[in-house]
């Protein structure tokens, strides 16, 4: 087992994990870590964690130190810089005339690279630009594509329910999300409404998708014959979230609401009247 601690450069964002170094971390410490050959700030969110060596990422790095005062102000003064060099560079994309939206501007926090994400429809040319960054900003340039679902997460925004987007908020890693969840959630197939902010289905979609799909194991099939306490009957209708069948009965005219525990003690009281009856006949 691996002792780690648990950072993340943005709010939610994605977690890394560092060997600790230097003394106790606590929840919102900063720290200055390693970041793909360059130093950054960043937040701890798990002081300590423990993982299995088989779980540790390659080249696991350690904390480089607890961030000072020093360091804190001068990452401040780099995102300053990093918005005065997004009005820049997004005048030059304009006279390169490059197809491409601009969407966030970094520096590491040593200042050894500038970091450029934006979204395009296809692969962008952009050569030229990043020869003029250069000559503009002194330092090595870095352009990032990504994608729609990216650009939302960096933004922020209000969702349909009127709460701030959860993937820019809480959610550290975008979660996979299908229309069968929207199926079995019986939800509207409408494209717009069941659809985020960034176009692409909701990410809370995933949230309740397990209670769903359990009940749905548990709870008869549409169109399945039934036995009830009101006699036989067909599913014509099932309230996933609170348990509840409506049973369209085959004797007399019509539905009914049953709950779920109420005709699973009927039908297990109703077999073991059944078993008694059989041993009773062979006795």
Same mark, same amino acid.
Do not use: W
């Given at each position: 087992?691996?002792?780690?601690?648990?950072?993340?450069? &943005?709010?939610?964002?994605?977690?890394?994990?560092?060997?600790?170094?230097?003394?106790?971390?606590?929840?919102?410490?900063? /720290?200055?870590?390693?970041?793909?050959?360059?130093?950054?700030?960043? *937040?701890?969110?798990?002081?300590?964690?423990?993982?299995?060596?088989?779980?540790?990422?390659?080249?696991?790095?350690?904390?480089?130190? =607890? #961030?000072? /005062?020093?360091?804190?102000?001068?990452?401040?003064?780099?995102?300053?810089? #990093?918005?005065?060099?997004?009005?820049?560079?997004?005048?030059?994309?304009?006279? =390169?005339?490059?197809?491409?939206?601009?969407? =966030?501007?970094?520096?590491?926090?040593?200042?050894?690279?500038?970091?450029?994400?934006?979204? +395009?429809?296809? &692969?962008?040319?952009? &050569?030229?630009?990043?020869?003029?960054? +250069?000559?503009?900003?002194? %330092? &090595?340039? *870095?352009?990032?594509?990504?994608?729609?679902?990216?650009?939302?997460?960096?933004?922020?925004?209000?969702?349909?329910?009127?709460?701030?987007?959860?993937?820019? %908020?809480?959610?550290?890693?975008?979660?996979?999300?299908?229309?069968?969840?929207?199926?079995?959630?019986?939800?509207?197939?409408?494209? %717009?409404?069941?659809?985020?902010?960034?176009?692409?289905?909701?990410?809370?979609?995933?949230? *309740?998708?397990?209670?769903?799909?359990?009940?749905?194991?548990?709870?008869?099939?549409?169109?399945?014959?039934?036995?009830?306490?009101?006699?036989?009957?067909? /599913?014509?209708?099932?309230?996933?979230?609170?348990?509840?069948?409506? /049973?369209?009965?085959?004797?007399?005219?019509?539905?009914?609401?049953?709950?779920?525990?109420?005709?699973?003690?009927?039908?297990?009281?109703?077999?073991?009247?059944?078993?008694?009856?059989?041993?009773?006949?062979?006795?």
């Amino acid at each position: 087992m691996v002792e780690v601690v648990g950072v993340r450069f &943005r709010e939610s964002g994605h977690v890394y994990y560092y060997l600790p170094a230097d003394g106790r971390y606590e929840f919102r410490d900063r /720290v200055l870590v390693d970041n793909k050959k360059s130093k950054q700030l960043a *937040e701890v969110v798990y002081p300590s964690k423990t993982l299995a060596e088989a779980d540790v990422p390659d080249e696991l790095k350690p904390i480089i130190k =607890h #961030a000072t /005062v020093a360091d804190i102000e001068k990452a401040a003064k780099n995102e300053e810089d #990093a918005k005065e060099a997004f009005k820049i560079a997004k005048k030059k994309i304009s006279q =390169h005339e490059l197809e491409m939206k601009l969407i =966030h501007a970094e520096y590491a926090f040593d200042r050894s690279k500038l970091i450029f994400q934006f979204t +395009a429809d296809g &692969r962008i040319d952009f &050569r030229n630009l990043v020869k003029d960054l +250069a000559a503009a900003f002194k %330092t &090595r340039i *870095e352009l990032r594509q990504i994608g729609i679902r990216d650009e939302a997460k960096i933004l922020g925004g209000i969702g349909p329910c009127g709460r701030q987007l959860c993937c820019s %908020t809480f959610l550290g890693d975008f979660i996979p999300v299908s229309i069968k969840m929207a199926k079995d959630q019986n939800l509207s197939l409408n494209q %717009t409404k069941i659809s985020g902010l960034c176009g692409r289905l909701m990410c809370c979609l995933k949230y *309740e998708n397990d209670t769903y799909a359990q009940a749905k194991r548990e709870m008869p099939d549409y169109g399945k014959e039934i036995d009830t306490p009101e006699g036989r009957g067909r /599913v014509v209708g099932l309230n996933l979230l609170d348990r509840v069948v409506k /049973v369209r009965l085959l004797s007399k005219d019509g539905v009914i609401d049953f709950e779920q525990d109420e005709l699973k003690d009927y039908q297990a009281s109703k077999k073991i009247t059944s078993g008694m009856i059989k041993e009773d006949s062979n006795g």
